[in-house]
């Protein structure tokens, strides 16, 4: 199902999102992600390393607020995460999932996606995809 109309806008809007997700012991932790619409969702990229993703691939129900500049107009998304990371896809496939998260938060083109594709390599970079069962906020 794709993402509604109204939630795609506002995402394409405003990039500053929280997401939280489940440590191993059950409580909560938030991440601050830089994230913009993709396919039926919203999406961020990580390191491989980090606890957030280290915790999705755990557990891959998160919420994901995304806010404006002033926090006083939100849209929380509540789902499960789907990975796209180098344990998940071909390379091509992680590659242009980096590239369209990159013009989704950024609302542009990169000038020189061969040096990018390079530093998303050998960051260990991946990409996260919130895909939500329930939506909600100020902004709807």
């Known amino acids: 199902m794709p993402l509604d109309q109204r939630v795609q806008e506002f995402v394409a809007e405003n990039h500053k999102a929280?997401?939280?997700?489940?440590?191993?012991?059950?409580?909560?932790?938030?991440?601050?992600?830089s994230c913009g619409p993709y396919?039926?969702?919203?999406?961020?990229?990580?390191?491989?390393?980090?606890?957030?993703l280290l915790n999705l691939e755990r557990d891959p129900r998160c919420s994901l607020?995304?806010?404006?500049?002033?926090?006083?107009?939100?849209?929380?998304l509540e789902g499960?995460?789907?990975?796209?990371s180098s344990k998940t896809a071909?390379?091509?496939?992680?590659r242009d999932a980096m590239r369209d998260v990159y013009r989704a938060a950024s609302g542009k083109e990169h000038p020189d996606w061969e040096e990018y594709d390079e530093a998303m390599?050998?960051?260990?970079?991946?990409t996260?995809?919130?895909?939500?069962?329930k939506v909600y906020g100020t902004a709807l």
Request: aromatic content about 8%.
């Open 18 to 33: 929280v997401l939280s997700t489940f440590r191993r012991d059950g409580a909560t932790q938030l991440s601050i992600v």
């Open 39 to 52: 396919g039926e969702g919203v999406a961020f990229s990580t390191t491989e390393n980090r606890a957030k």
């Open 65 to 76: 607020l995304v806010s404006k500049d002033d926090w006083w107009g939100y849209v929380v």
């Open 80 to 84: 499960r995460a789907e990975i796209i």
């Open 90 to 94: 071909s390379p091509e496939k992680l």
């Open 121 to 126: 390599r050998k960051d260990g970079r991946a």
């Open 128 to 133: 996260v995809i919130v895909i939500p069962e």
